[in-house]
């Protein structure tokens, strides 16, 4: 596959929101990943309003998260120790935090599927640079 040619994957699953006095609230999620971004997946996250809430981080974030404890900043990930077919997603923004479970069968699958696409390592191939340029001079660095 050449950069001119790009393929998406995308899964639909539900998280559920670890919230106080072990309320467990289900949250619609689509995880997606397009070879045009190599390094990045997008999650986004169904809150019931018109609009999603979106994130975008590192699929190596993802990758590590499911083995061991990952993220230092907005997006951390870890297995949970007393379930190890879960995952915890933690998300912090201006506005708050939230910590979710997710399967983590689910969410190696997803990444496994992005590596088919793109393979580990081969991601500066799928790399515009031109184009990636061009973005960055709209934003005023």
């Known amino acids: 596959m050449m950069a ?3 393929k998406t994957i995308q899964t639909a699953t539900f998280f559920h929101l ?3 006095a072990s309320v467990n609230a289900p949250v619609g999620v689509e995880l997606r990943y397009d070879s ?3 390094y990045e997946v997008s999650m986004s996250f169904n809150t019931g309003k018109p609009n999603t809430v979106d994130w975008v981080f590192g699929r190596d974030l993802l990758a590590d998260g499911l083995l061991a404890d990952s993220g230092e900043g907005d997006v951390r990930i870890s297995p949970r120790s007393d379930e190890p077919t879960r995952v915890l997603i933690t998300l912090t923004s201006p506005s708050g935090q939230a910590t979710f479970d997710a399967d983590a069968d689910l969410l190696a699958a997803f990444v496994d599927d ?3 696409v793109v393979a580990p390592g ?3 191939l799928f790399m515009n640079i031109d184009e990636a340029l061009s973005q960055l001079m709209q934003h005023e660095l």
């Open 4 to 6: 001119s040619d790009h």
């Open 18 to 20: 670890v919230a106080p």
């Open 36 to 38: 045009r971004n190599p």
């Open 114 to 116: 992005s590596y088919e």
């Open 122 to 124: 081969d991601e500066h």
